[in-house]
């Protein structure tokens, strides 16, 4: 989610199967607002959990009894790909009820003031986010480009419930990526059975963000430790995120409209890669970081492996 953007004179066919086949650590922090801005075919994921994003950046809505839930907004500039998503699957703006983030960055709640205004509906969000949200992105401990400032109605904490009629959305703070980043579960039931539905915060470390002697933020290694830890306990049927490389979007979309003899976003071992992948990243830019500290105090000294202790 870096602002510094790459040329817009790229091919997007091939930011496209670049975003397909790089894997998790590839987001809109390497492709440009246009090349993560392009229009993709929103559909029902399972129950009544629909993606209504772009290309690259997620964006859900919930359907409940009393209305809507919409989950992300993405940038700014998505607006009329979102609304036409959302019209194409039958929906009305103004039956959203509620609108949560996963985290501030401009990329996922650029769209919030907008769609706030377009639909009345409230603003949930953590405490450590709502500051980045009602400031437009300015007051954070990393900022990236700022955004629409938007008012937030609830604040949530560890372990909240938001409800709208028959469905309960949890909030699990996993911070690390932002001040407030928000892991959400749901449990849906389709043809008699129930699904734990996690739409994952994202685990991945900004570009010029560091883990040791960070002065912004100097507990930022353990408080990502702390993250991981707790998702590894979430149960997990249905494995989604905040874009599309993180869960396979592209590859299981053509696998439900291949008739598959089974719902491919019912994933298991989608959340436990994901943790796996990114938690090596972390680990290894915090051993590297150590090592680089360790060669500066020392420099002549001989250098050891360093084995992270935040197990």
């Known amino acids: 989610m870096r602002h510094r953007f790459t040329s817009l004179g790229v091919v ?5 199967a670049s975003l397909c086949l790089a894997g998790p650590r590839l987001s809109a922090q390497q492709l440009s607002v246009d090349e993560s801005n392009q229009p ?17 950046v997620a964006c859900y809505i919930i359907k409940t009894r009393a209305g809507l839930i919409l989950l992300d907004t993405g940038f700014e500039e998505a607006a009329p790909i979102v609304r036409a998503n959302i019209a194409a699957l039958g929906f009305k703006l103004n039956d959203i009820k509620i609108i949560l983030s996963g985290h501030a960055h401009f990329d996922h709640v650029g769209g919030h003031a907008d769609m706030k205004q377009a639909t009345g509906a409230q603003v949930y969000a953590s405490a450590g986010d709502a500051v980045v949200l009602e400031s437009g992105g300015t007051r954070s401990f990393h900022p990236l480009k700022p955004f629409k400032a938007v008012k937030v109605d609830h604040v949530v904490t560890d372990g909240a419930a938001v409800r ?3 469905l309960t959305m949890i909030a699990h703070l996993t911070p690390g990526h932002t001040e407030g980043n928000t892991t959400w579960t749901t449990v849906v039931a389709e043809n008699g059975k129930q699904y734990n539905v996690v739409f994952v915060g994202s685990m991945s470390i900004n ?9 912004p933020w100097p507990e930022i290694a353990e408080v990502y430790a ?3 830890q707790l998702l590894k306990g979430l149960p997990c049927d249905v494995f ?7 869960f396979g979007l592209q590859d299981k979309v053509q696998k439900m409209n291949g008739n598959a003899k089974s719902n491919p976003f019912v994933d298991p071992e989608g959340l436990h890669d994901y943790i796996a992948r990114f938690e ?10 150590r090592q680089r500290k360790s060669s500066s105090a020392h420099p002549f000294r001989k250098q050891e492996p360093v084995n992270s202790i935040l197990e």
């Open 12 to 16: 997007f066919a091939v930011a496209l």
């Open 40 to 56: 993709f075919k929103p559909f029902r994921i399972i129950a009544d959990i629909y993606y209504v994003g772009t290309n690259d």
């Open 164 to 166: 709208l009629g028959d």
């Open 207 to 215: 570009p010029g963000v560091h883990l040791v002697d960070f002065a």
């Open 226 to 228: 702390r993250s991981f």
């Open 240 to 246: 989604l995120g905040p874009h599309a490389s993180f």
């Open 280 to 289: 090596k990243l972390y680990r290894d830019q915090l051993q590297q970081e």
